[in-house]
């Protein structure tokens, strides 16, 4: 980051190659747009009109997100699915093992894939009549102000 401050420097740094290298890993690493900002002593309006205007930076942000995305979204799928792996025992020893598929990955996934066959809604049908007990119908509003006056006056 250029060690002199102001606003033109700060982003004539972030939009240089080496700025966008920076951002790119950091995207890569996880980060949302609004965690960059903060780390960047700036707001996230401003990183997305900087990247309007910078193809490099754009592309960037974008293309580094997705990564993220895919790196936990694998994960995500190793879990549903069950996967091997290889553990030093400790007599040095490779050992594999093998981690079972977890349930609530399972229905994270299936839930977000296909969420009008999985989702974790329950319709319930009612029929027949709802009736509405009405007891003061027939009385006027002047004459059910007047009730609620002697009420309060009462009391």
């Known amino acids: 980051?250029?060690?002199k401050k102001g606003a033109k420097l700060k982003k004539e740094y972030w939009t240089s190659p080496?700025?966008?290298?920076?951002?790119?890993?950091?995207?890569?690493?996880?980060?949302t747009v609004e965690e960059l900002a903060k780390e960047?002593?700036?707001t996230k309006q401003t990183i997305y009109t900087w990247a309007k205007n910078?193809?490099?930076?754009?592309?960037?942000?974008?293309?580094n997100k997705?990564?993220?995305?895919?790196?936990?979204e694998n994960s995500l799928y190793k879990l549903a699915n069950g996967f091997h792996y290889d553990e030093t025992a400790p007599n040095g020893s490779v050992v594999?093992?093998?981690?079972?598929?977890?349930?609530?990955?399972?229905k994270l996934w299936l839930s977000n894939r296909q969420p009008q066959k999985w989702r974790d809604t329950q319709q319930?049908?009612?029929?027949g009549q709802v009736g509405v007990n009405r007891p003061f119908k027939n009385v006027s509003t002047e004459d059910l102000e007047d009730m609620i006056k002697k009420l309060r006056d009462k009391k």
Do not use: C, W
């Open 18 to 31: 080496d700025g966008i290298a920076v951002i790119a890993q950091r995207m890569r690493s996880g980060l």
């Open 66 to 72: 997705d990564i993220a995305d895919s790196v936990v």
């Open 1 to 3: 980051m250029p060690k």
């Open 96 to 106: 594999t093992k093998y981690n079972p598929p977890q349930l609530g990955a399972i």
């Open 40 to 42: 960047l002593q700036t």
């Open 54 to 63: 910078n193809k490099d930076l754009f592309d960037a942000l974008h293309q």
């Open 124 to 127: 319930i049908e009612v029929s």
